[in-house]
Structures are given as structure tokens and as C-alpha cells.
């Protein structure tokens, strides 16, 4: 039996690292379109594989995506200037790269008649929300960071495309967390435990606000099964929007410090009032769960054990987190945000 290929845009990434893996075993064809600005370091094990390929373009190159899109099946979009800090410092890429480039690639992959369009989306597009309530795929949308509206921008045309042409599932995951191929430590619970290990102490700003959060494992996992559902075929693209998470993994940090200190007790933490980002939304899952399992593969716990024992035991793990912090990215895309611009997207090439 020939095996389906799937088309993974930021392939070398933080979730597209992971997902090539779990792609190869479930017994897929990978191409992996990736520019490849962190470095090959997190695809280098795949590369002898030969139900891999690597194509190292960039996102805006209308002839290579198109040429990439060949005798693909699937395509699951993940590339993105990616976190609410780092589009604040290259507003200019963010827009181009996040919104311009996913409207181009749902065209030419509707041209290309794939199978099946996923496309990666945040639960950031909720905002600010009444911690009261749990934010449903039908709740309104209050994005306070232009990341999340480059996200929201995208969700419209995809909702809006016709399924009969392209087949879309846009996937809210909540905030991610746990060891990848290359682990990011500008995330919630990745950069609190690196902190409390390393530094022995934690500053927490906004220590109330809630977020939802999902390992890495967890997010590869509910996209391989939405490739397989043929359940949702024939709905329109607009009712395919999922929350991807679990209910019961909504958190404040006040919580998330509390199993932290489970497992590191000697951490001092010293709360700050100052609110440097406003964000606050629980997430109800419960569309998700009427299809899936809402059960966790690698709970919080699990995810904090995991990078403990990652923090302490790999020798090159200051560096990594020096270049994959927060304030590492941001001075990342703002110094490179001038080469990103000059990458040109040329449209109007599709034609129905």
C-alpha cells in the first residue's frame, strides 16, 4: 500500500519536530518545508529516513510551496513567528509571514486538491475573559496581541473557504508545554521549572490569571487523529474550529507553582504586581471531547518531571536556553525582521 505524505510547514520547530515523529511511526511520508532559522539540529535524526525529505524555503516562495505541494495528501500548517512578544518587535514580518503566507499556502493548496488542511491556531485568540466562565469556540474572540489577530485573520479566510474545495480544521491549542526535539523555554511551564532549577527563585507577575495548557505529545496526537476523522468531511470549514486542550488542565500560575513546588521545594518565589501581560482566559474543551479522548497522555506533572530531568542532565541545556528564552526571540526577530521583509510573496497566481 502506498503511504499518504504530509506536507508539515515549520517542520523543524518546537511542535513540528515532535510531529515528525509521531508522523513517520503512525507509518506517513514527511516533507518538512522549514527555512530552517533555529538550525537543523532538531531534524538532523530524520534526515537518513527515507520516508523523509527536507525542503528548506521559506514560507513566502510561491514556486517552491507549490512545487512542495506535489503528490502530497495532507498539509498541516505550523509555521509562524509564534508568541504574543516576539510579532510585538516585527509587526511588519508577523503580519507577512503569519497572515499573507497561510492566505497563499490555503490557495495553492486548494489548487493542488489536497486532502485535508490543518492549521495551527491559539487559544491566545480569547484574550481577556471572564475567569468565571469557560471560553467555547462560539464565545467572542478579544485578542490583546497583533500574534493573536494574525491568527484570528487567518481562522476568517479559512472558516470562510469553500470545504468542498479544501477540507480545513482550524486547532486552538492551548499553551504548550514539555520536551520536544527543540525544547522552547519561552513558554509558561518550560521557562518557570528551567528558573527554579537553575536560578533557585522565581519572579511571577499576574500570579492569579488562567491558561490552559497541553504537552507537546498531546498536540501530535489530536492532529494525527483529526488527519484519519472522516466524521467532519462534510461540514463547513467554519464548524471545524476546535479548542484543543483539557478541561482540567486550565491553570493560574499560582497553581502551576504549586506542583512546581512538588517536585522543587527549595524555590523561592517572589510575586510582582505589575502586569506585563494581561492575558486571562479559561478554555472549555467539551466540543473536542464529543470526538476524542479528555484525557492527557503527559499531565503538568508528568511535563515538569520530564524537563527536570532534562535541565539536569543535559550538558548543552544553559545554551539552549539561552537562545530560546523570551528575550532571546524578541532580539532574534527584531534584529532579522529587515531579511524577513525581503522575502516576497508573489500572488495572484491561483486561479479555480
Request: with cysteine; proline share 2%.
Amino acid at each position: 500500500m502506498n503511504k499518504k505524505t504530509i506536507l508539515i510547514t515549520g517542520g523543524a520547530g518546537y511542535v513540528g519536530s515532535r510531529l515528525i515523529n509521531f508522523c513517520l511511526n503512525a507509518g506517513y511520508k514527511v516533507k518538512c518545508y522549514d527555512i530552517l532559522i533555529y538550525g537543523d539540529s532538531s531534524i538532523k535524526k530524520y534526515l537518513k529516513n527515507n520516508n523523509f525529505e527536507l525542503i528548506k524555503k521559506n514560507l513566502c516562495d510561491t514556486k517552491s510551496l507549490n512545487k512542495a505541494l506535489k503528490d502530497v495528501e495532507y498539509v498541516i500548517h505550523l509555521a509562524a513567528i509564534v508568541g504574543d512578544q516576539p510579532c510585538q518587535v516585527a509587526p511588519k514580518s508577523a503580519y507577512k509571514i503569519n497572515y499573507l503566507a497561510t492566505k497563499n499556502l490555503v490557495d495553492l493548496a486548494a489548487k493542488n486538491s489536497i486532502q485535508k488542511f490543518i492549521f495551527s491556531s491559539t487559544c491566545s485568540n480569547y484574550g481577556v475573559s471572564d475567569d468565571k466562565k469557560f471560553a467555547s469556540e462560539k464565545s467572542k474572540l478579544n485578542p490583546v496581541s497583533l500574534y493573536a489577530e494574525t491568527k484570528i485573520d487567518c481562522e476568517k479566510y479559512i472558516s470562510n473557504f469553500d470545504n468542498k474545495k479544501l477540507d480545513c480544521i482550524t486547532l486552538r491549542f492551548a499553551t504548550a508545554f514539555g520536551v520536544s526535539e527543540r525544547t522552547r523555554f519561552d513558554l509558561t511551564v518550560n521557562s518557570f521549572t528551567y528558573e527554579a532549577i537553575k536560578k533557585k527563585n522565581l519572579f511571577i507577575f499576574a500570579a492569579n490569571t488562567w491558561r490552559p495548557y497541553i504537552h507537546v505529545n498531546d498536540m501530535c496526537n489530536f492532529i494525527l487523529k483529526f488527519l484519519i476523522d472522516k466524521t467532519l468531511v462534510d461540514r463547513p470549514n467554519l464548524d471545524k474550529i476546535f479548542n484543543v486542550g483539557f478541561n482540567t488542565q486550565n491553570y493560574t500560575k499560582k497553581n502551576l507553582l504549586d506542583i512546581i513546588m512538588k517536585y522543587l521545594p527549595g524555590t523561592k518565589i517572589k510575586y510582582v504586581d505589575e502586569v506585563i501581560d494581561n492575558r486571562n482566559y479559561k478554555v472549555s474543551f467539551d466540543k473536542l471531547h464529543k470526538i476524542f479522548s479528555n484525557k492527557p497522555d503527559i499531565s503538568v506533572d508528568q511535563g515538569i518531571i520530564e524537563l527536570k530531568y532534562l535541565i539536569n542532565n543535559n550538558k548543552n541545556i544553559d545554551n539552549i536556553f539561552k537562545n530560546s528564552n523570551l528575550d532571546a526571540l524578541k532580539v532574534f526577530f527584531k534584529d532579522n525582521e529587515d531579511k524577513l521583509l525581503k522575502w516576497k510573496i508573489y500572488l495572484g497566481l491561483i486561479h479555480y
